[in-house]
């Protein structure tokens, strides 16, 4: 029987009622649209309210709360942004000379030359490619960007464990790592017991594979590889390999648990992009963009649902003010909202109380020199197993006299509470103590800097919510769905905490199912 109308018409009738996201969906189930399309959440496209637009507050000036600004304004909502800090952006933060690190008991004013590459991005550094709902805001708010080295071969290893302290080549490890474990599991494919899971093709195969992989010879034997990089030549004279790294050596570091396959992962992988000029730009972008009010110095002192919108008040210069409003979108992050009083459901908040709350620590030094690139490095990470954990060189500013380096990011909860307990002065004097290790004659290049302990950070308190997988099961629907009039965003309410991916992803969830309530309340009637 011949249907009464075409996928194709049946797609636009979607579209009509529902809006692209009902088209993505609609799609997806006629299998006309791949499904990987559905790890997105789709971008905002809000029923145009006109004349007729409800009042919304947006309490936390993050990337979620101005993704919603930005939206609901287009869409004709009167928006209002309530912002504790007097610095917009949240976490998203980048510092130059002059600017104010925020941290409590430890506040500091940034003393970098007054340049334009003299910055550094305490929060984010990287945008991933995949990232599109960030991407897509940086090309509409004209925020230009380059290409942000992530992983880079000639980069050290450090481990005290291993090699006698001394730093090996990224590449080299790598390299002799593969070669020994092909160089083994070659030796074993030839074994009557692989005899049951490989014909002789297939064996045939598995050792071209290994060769490929590990740089084997004809003999399956691993002798060395050009990938580890040469001894000496190479140019003008003969190369020389040099000799492979020794295997309980490679094995004794710890570089292999995580960091060997860092740069794999689908939010670590090349290209990575970053905004030129420092990642605040998207923050400045979205400002620019917006003409709603955005009030800073605001503290948000309680929050009241009521059955047909919400009641806030925050402190202004010391005078609590009201606003009221029909919806409410929220980024204050949970662990420091669940303090404020509210008269939230009793679950609502149990969930709150049951979500973790994340620490990460970073220095940024300014270098009189940019010595690491007399080492042949240009951008990318060293990795060590000393308290600082990672070393960073700058993707931009090459070739120009100074640089501000990355000289700590720690994500071990432990050396993230050591530092926060030190002072800032402690706390460089131990990254130089680190860094000479990689870099003798590093504290002779550090000029000056500044440090960052995200759980210290006044209004933030933290960073990235830490899920359980049980608390993801019990609660995660609980604080994503609206209370009321009420939604919570931000990366905390999404399944990619840390990314302003998550915090978009999230804001256009919520935004979604608003515009799914007032479609049905105005019967879709709105000037569009
Ligand atoms: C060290 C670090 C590295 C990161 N690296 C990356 C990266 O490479 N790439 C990437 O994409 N992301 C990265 N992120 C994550 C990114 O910064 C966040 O995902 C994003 O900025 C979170 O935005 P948000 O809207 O969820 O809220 P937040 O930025 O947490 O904003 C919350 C806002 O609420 C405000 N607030 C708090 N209390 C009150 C109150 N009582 N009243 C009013 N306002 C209040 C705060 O001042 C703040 O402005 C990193 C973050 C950190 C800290």
Redesign the pocket.
Known sequence: MTPPFSRRQFLNMVGAAGGSSAVLQAGIALGLIPSGAAAHTPRADLLNLGSQGRRVVI???????LTCAYELERAGYDVTI????NR?????LTVRRGDVIDEMGNPQVCEFDDHPNLYFN??????PAH?EN?LHYCKVLNVPLEVFVNVNYHAWVQDPEAFGGRPVRMREYIADARGFMTELISKAVNRADFDAVFSDLDAERLLGFLRAYGDLDENNLYKGSRRAGYASGGMTEAPTLKTPLDFSEILKSSFWRFRMHWGEGEDQAAPLMQAVGGNDNIVKGFVRNIASPIITG???QSIRLREDGVDVV?DRGGKAELISADYCFN???KH?LHG?PNNFPKEYLTAMANVGRGK?F?IGLQMNERFWEKENIYGGITWTNQEVEQIWYPTHGIHGNKGIMLGA?VFNDQTNDLFARMTPAERIALAIENGEKIHPGYGSHVENGVT?A?HRMN??MG??AQWTEEARQRYFQTLQRPTGRHYL????ISYH???????IS?AHHALADLDRRVRAEQGETADV
Not at 82 to 85: H, L, Q
Not at 88 to 92: A, K, L, S
Not at 122 to 127: E, L, Y
């Open positions: 309490l936390g000036a993050g990337i979620s709360g309530i912002e504790a800090s917009i952006g949240g976490r998203n305490c929060g984010p550094a990287r945008i990232h960030l605001a503290p948000v925050y980024c204050i992050p420091l404020i990460l970073k990011y960052v995200w209004y933030l960073c990235t965003i931000g990366d905390q905490p840390g990314w302003q991916e998550g915090a999230s």
